[in-house]
Every structure is written in structure tokens, then in C-alpha cells.
């Protein structure tokens, strides 16, 4: 199987990146390929009808596309930015389709220099799926003071947040496995209201 973790910051080596790695490391255990991307690196444009045509700027999207096709399950992760998930991830979200995420999983995670984080989650969970009908696992994470958890000696620091992400890491691959037919059996069906109605 394979994981497609997504840091979803748009700043240089964020702490959502440092997340991303860490649960990686954790995904090994139970993904035969985990592949992480950093959307401060990837840097795609915002959003326009272009994607559609297929218009040159948007090659290396297509390319990505290629890559989440063939992922069983995904993570996205976001910094909590004045209680909002980042315009990055947002356009990610929104550049993706039912070809890329349908009734894949993906573990909605946020991460937090204080003691905050949750609406970020809410806001995935609200609009994150509309056209591409990922399935956000009904557990999230949420690293609050994300400063005091990682050094470079020890992956986490606080021994329950290590618990839970390892348990949540193990849920994400059970629904990986569960869903992969019924991923496939869906795309056969096709869907004629692709957009909603």
C-alpha cells in the first residue's frame, strides 16, 4: 500500500514538514511506500480553468496527480493559521479530484504553536472533500505546542501524543485496506453529477 503524507505550510522547513516527517517514520511500520510532499517546495499556482485545458503550468501538477492516483490513503497536514487551514492546502484541496482521492482515507492533522489547532480540522472536514470525495477518518491529531514536542534526539516527547499518533497511523492503514475495493468499484460506476446537484 501506499501513503501520501502532504505538508501543507507554505513557509521553509515549517513545523508541519517536521510533523510530516515524523509520521512518516511512523507510517513505515504499516505502508510499503510512504512519500511525503512539502507545498512550500511544490509551489503551484492558485487555481484556475487552466488545470482543465491542460495549459503548461500546470505540468508538474499532472505529474502529482500521477503520484496520488496511485496512493491507497493520504495525510494533510496544516499549520493552524488564525484558525484556518493554509490557502496552499485549501488549493491543493481544490485541484484534486474523484480520478485522485475518491473514497480513499485521509487523516486530517493540524499543528499549533499554542494551545489551539482544532478549526483548521473542522474547516478540512467541512469543504476538504466536497468535489473529491476523500474520506476523512473520523480521528484527527492535532499537535498543540508543537515546539515542546520534537528535538533531535527523541521523535516525540510527549509519550501519549506518541501513543495516539501511532494508533491513528494503524486506524488510517485499516481503512486503506478496506476501502481499496471499494475505491476501484466506484470509479467503474463513474458518477454523471461529478461537480454535485
Known amino acids: 500500500m501506499k501513503l501520501i503524507v502532504i505538508s501543507g505550510s507554505q513557509r521553509t522547513q515549517s513545523k508541519s514538514l517536521l510533523v510530516a516527517q515524523y509520521l512518516h517514520h511512523l507510517a513505515e511500520t504499516h505502508f510499503d511506500q510512504v512519500q511525503v510532499y512539502d507545498l512550500h517546495e511544490l509551489n503551484f499556482p492558485l487555481w484556475n480553468e487552466g488545470v482543465w485545458s491542460g495549459s503548461e503550468e500546470w505540468q508538474p501538477w499532472r505529474e502529482i496527480a500521477k503520484e496520488l492516483q496511485a496512493a491507497d490513503a493520504f495525510i494533510f497536514i496544516t499549520p493552524d493559521w488564525h484558525g484556518m487551514a493554509t490557502p496552499a492546502l485549501k488549493n491543493f484541496l481544490m485541484l484534486t479530484t474523484d480520478a485522485e482521492l475518491a473514497h480513499k482515507p485521509a487523516l486530517a492533522v493540524s499543528v499549533s504553536a499554542s494551545i489551539n489547532g ?80
Not at 482544532?118 to 484527527?140: A, Q, W
Not at 515546539?147 to 501524543?161: G, H, R, S, T
Request: net charge neutral; glycine share 4%; aromatic share 10%.
Open 118 to 197: 482544532i478549526y483548521p480540522i473542522s474547516e478540512l472536514r467541512l469543504t476538504g472533500s466536497k468535489n473529491n470525495h476523500v474520506c476523512f477518518l473520523p480521528d484527527h491529531l492535532v499537535f498543540r505546542e508543537v515546539d515542546k514536542l520534537f528535538d533531535a534526539n527523541q521523535p516525540c516527547l510527549d509519550e501519549a501524543m506518541q501513543s495516539r499518533s501511532e494508533y491513528t497511523i494503524q486506524l488510517l492503514a485499516a481503512y486503506a485496506r478496506a476501502l481499496k475495493p471499494v475505491h476501484q468499484d466506484m470509479l467503474n460506476a463513474g458518477k454523471a453529477f461529478r461537480y454535485g446537484m
